[in-house]
């Protein structure tokens, strides 16, 4: 396996001291324990890569940007028309955590993703090294020289569950009084009618809403589950409420709300009754490490107001729970729910299966 500390030392051996990225299961062994002071977390991989470029201009150093290979995606746009060869030849090393890599077992959508990411670095003309232990380390040089001479990316991928546990003091977050995701989603689910369609985020609050309803022996619910897609809940809520006359409940986390904020500005433009939307607010990436995501910071009635919902509850203690779920489902106009919820899930927690039968049901 890889040590952290002797991969961010190999790194600072090779003069690279700022890291920017999106975090990932993957990696968290290793970023969760980068220095504050050189760690920059960003909303989505596409912004990672342009503060890596936008760094390089000022500094004439190389940033690492670090994320999980489904969001190569986002990337893909700032590395090939600014960062490329042909256009303004940045040199930046990517470290991504490679899921679904070949000959291991893991979920569809990583599947999918991890068979092709290397065609993707081939097809991007980006040099890259697999890092398996720290015997590899010392590949890391010779790739680094390589994107300084070359003035173009290059990137690492490291595997799934290569990454040794650091027992480094890791700052911990304030424990709030809030309601657990388990206890909002077992109530949330009570009240969804069997004409309410409801499509839910990536990570946990898929797989913990796909455990309740199994538990509550309520599958025949009209779910749509995003597996992957981070930061695309709204949009997929939006385009089902379009031609719909039954209610659309999106239910997203606060990472995936940060990742495409600005897919929001179709609700104004659109203004659908039959769309209602729950942000479950941990202020955390809990799924991928725990790392803060910062959205306190941000004024959500506010933001709600701004981009055009009609009415804006809040959830923070137990006696809040049943009275603004509520007052929620009784609004007839476009509605914002904001949940604090503390961190925290199942043991042993289900996914979603039988993506296909999902996708059908939800569509009846």
């Given at each position: ?106 979920e569809p959508q990583h599947k999918a993703q991890g068979e092709i990411t290397r065609d993707f670095l081939k097809l991007m003309d980006i040099k890259h ?165 910062n959205i306190r910071k941000i004024n959500l009635k506010l933001f709600a107001k701004t981009f055009g919902f009609k009415n804006y509850f809040e959830i ?49």
């Open positions: 396996m890889i040590s952290p500390k002797k991969l961010f030392n190999e790194f600072k051996k090779n003069k690279i001291n700022f890291f920017i990225g999106v975090p990932d299961s993957v990696l968290k062994n290793f970023t969760n324990n980068i220095p504050e002071k050189q760690n920059f977390v960003t909303q989505n991989e596409g912004s990672a890569v342009a503060l890596s470029i936008g760094y390089h201009l000022d500094t004439n150093r190389i940033a690492l940007v670090y994320m999980q290979n489904s969001g190569l995606g986002n990337a893909i746009n700032p590395l090939i028309s600014m960062a490329h060869k042909k256009v303004y030849s940045i040199p930046l090393v990517l470290l991504i955590g490679w899921r679904g890599s070949p000959n291991t077992r893991d090294i697999i890092l398996n232990n720290d015997n590899d380390l010392k590949k890391i040089k010779n790739l680094i020289s390589h994107s300084k001479k070359n003035l173009k990316p290059v990137a690492i991928l490291i595997k799934n569950k290569s990454i040794q546990t650091f027992n480094k003091k890791i700052k911990t977050k304030k424990r709030n009084n809030f309601i657990s995701r388990q206890e909002f989603i077992e109530n949330l689910v009570d009240k969804v009618k069997l004409s309410d369609r409801v499509i839910s985020s990536t990570g946990y609050n898929s797989r913990e809403l796909y455990q309740v309803l199994l538990d509550k022996k309520k599958t025949n619910r009209k779910v749509f589950y995003l597996i992957g897609g981070m930061g695309h809940t709204l949009s997929v809520g939006l385009g089902a409420s379009l031609n719909s006359k039954k209610q659309n409940i999106i239910l997203d986390g606060d990472g995936s709300l940060l990742m495409h904020m600005g897919s929001f500005i179709n609700l104004q433009l659109h203004k659908k009754k039959n769309l209602k939307y729950i942000l479950l607010n941990n202020n955390t990436h809990e799924s991928v490490g725990g790392q803060i995501n923070k203690k137990k006696p809040d729970l049943n009275k603004n779920i509520l007052k929620f489902f009784k609004s007839k106009e476009s509605t914002f729910l904001n949940v604090y919820i503390n961190e925290g899930t199942f043991e042993n927690l289900k996914r979603p299966r039988n993506l296909i039968d999902i996708k059908n049901n939800f569509k009846k």
